[in-house]
């Protein structure tokens, strides 16, 4: 299945922050899908690329993961990408999951299943 998959990652991510960020979140985590730096629209399609490829490869069995199952593997692949374009990233950009703040914890496992919904 051909899908476009980073705006349906990005949409997902600033419902997500719109929904668990508490305050006023900055700009660059709402900045529309157009207003997106190049290199983390790339992340964004390659992460939903990921996690297509394993729901689709799991047979649709990835229902039976847990939240933090599902969350965790959007972030892992985030992390990637994260190094792949940034050389030297600050601590807090590929934190693993536990140092995760739980509002950026929701909006992964948020992700996970809007790609599910989407495919």
Request: net charge negative.
């Amino acid at each position: 299945m051909s899908v476009d998959g980073g705006p349906i990652f990005r949409a997902a991510w600033i419902a997500g922050v719109h929904k668990y960020y508490e305050g006023e979140p900055k700009p660059g985590y709402i900045a529309p899908w157009e207003q997106t730096p190049e290199w983390e629209r790339a992340s964004a399609a390659a992460v939903f690329t990921q996690v297509r490829d394993f729901i689709t490869a799991s047979a649709g069995s990835t229902s039976k993961l847990t939240r933090e199952q599902r969350g965790r593997f959007v972030a892992t692949c985030w992390v990637a990408q994260i190094y792949k374009h940034i050389p030297d990233p600050k601590p807090g950009y590929v934190a693993d999951w536990p140092e995760m703040p739980e509002w950026q914890q929701e909006t992964d496992s948020d992700i996970f299943d809007a790609i599910e919904q989407a495919i």
